[in-house]
C-alpha cells in the first residue's frame, strides 16, 4: 500500500513508520510522499535521508483556503497514495481532500479522545492539561479524520500510567514511546490488511 505522511514537526512517528517499512510490520508499505506545512520541519530532512519524496504545502503562501486545499489534493493524487497519515500535522485539513479521501485519513492524538483533544490541543497541552486534570491514565489515539479536529471514528487507543512525579515532559515522552510510535504502524497496518470497516461512525477491526 502507497500512504502519505503529513507532518509539521520534528517526525519521530514518520520515523517509527520508516523504521518498520523497512525492518518492522510494515515491509509491503511505501512513503510515496512526506507533506509539511512548514518549511523548516525536521521531518523533511528525515524524508531527505531516507529517499522520500517530500513537498512543502503552507496554508500561508495561498490566498485561500479552497486554493491550499487543492494544492494539497493534488500533491496527494500526483503521489498516488491511498492512505493519509496525519503525524504530527498541526492544520486543520481543507474540505476537499477530507470528502475526496473520505474513510483514507487517519491521525494520531497524544490523549485518550474524547479527553484533552480538540482545537488548541496540540504538542504539549493535551498533557498539561491531563496533569492539570488528575487523570490516572492517558495515552494516544488514532482515529479516521473528518472536517474537525479529533472528531472522527476511533481505530485504536493505548493507554499508559500517569506517574504522582510526572511533567508534562515525562508524560509526553512516555506517550510517544510507549503508545504513539507503536499504535501509528499498528493502525496503518490494520488498514493495508484491509481489516477496518466503519459502521455508523464507529470502527470495528474484522
Ligand atoms: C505527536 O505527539 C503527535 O501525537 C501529535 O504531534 C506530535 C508530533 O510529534 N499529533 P512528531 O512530529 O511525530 O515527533
Redesign the pocket.
Known amino acids: 500500500m502507497k500512504i502519505a505522511v503529513f507532518?509539521?514537526?520534528?517526525?519521530?512517528?514518520?520515523q517509527a513508520i520508516i523504521d518498520n517499512t523497512k525492518d518492522g510490520i510494515l515491509k509491503d508499505v511505501e512513503i510515496v510522499l512526506v507533506l509539511s506545512s512548514s518549511k523548516d520541519a525536521y521531518?523533511l530532512e528525515r524524508a531527505a535521508n531516507n529517499g522520500i519524496p517530500s513537498a512543502v504545502v503552507s496554508r500561508k503562501d495561498f490566498d485561500s483556503i479552497e486554493a491550499w486545499d487543492d494544492a494539497v489534493v493534488s500533491a496527494v493524487k500526483a503521489s498516488g497514495a491511498e492512505l493519509v497519515v496525519l503525524?504530527?500535522?498541526l492544520s486543520l485539513l481543507g474540505p476537499k481532500i477530507v470528502s475526496e479521501y473520505s474513510n483514507r485519513i487517519i491521525?494520531?492524538?497524544?490523549a485518550l479522545i474524547p479527553s484533552f483533544c480538540g482545537a488548541g490541543m496540540?504538542?504539549i497541552r493535551p498533557h498539561k492539561a491531563a496533569l492539570a486534570k488528575g487523570v490516572k491514565v492517558s495515552g494516544?489515539t488514532v482515529h479516521f479524520v473528518n472536517e474537525n479536529y479529533d472528531e472522527g471514528p476511533i481505530l485504536l487507543q493505548k493507554a499508559v500510567e500517569v506517574l504522582p512525579d510526572d511533567t508534562p515532559e515525562s508524560l509526553?515522552k512516555r506517550i510517544?514511546k510507549e503508545c504513539?510510535w507503536k499504535l501509528l504502524p499498528e493502525a496503518i497496518r490494520l488498514i493495508a490488511d484491509g481489516r477496518v470497516v466503519i459502521e455508523n461512525n464507529i470502527c470495528r477491526i474484522r
Open positions: 507532518v509539521s514537526g520534528g517526525g519521530t512517528n514518520l521531518a503525524a504530527g500535522y491521525n494520531i492524538h497524544p496540540y504538542g494516544a509526553q510517544m504513539e
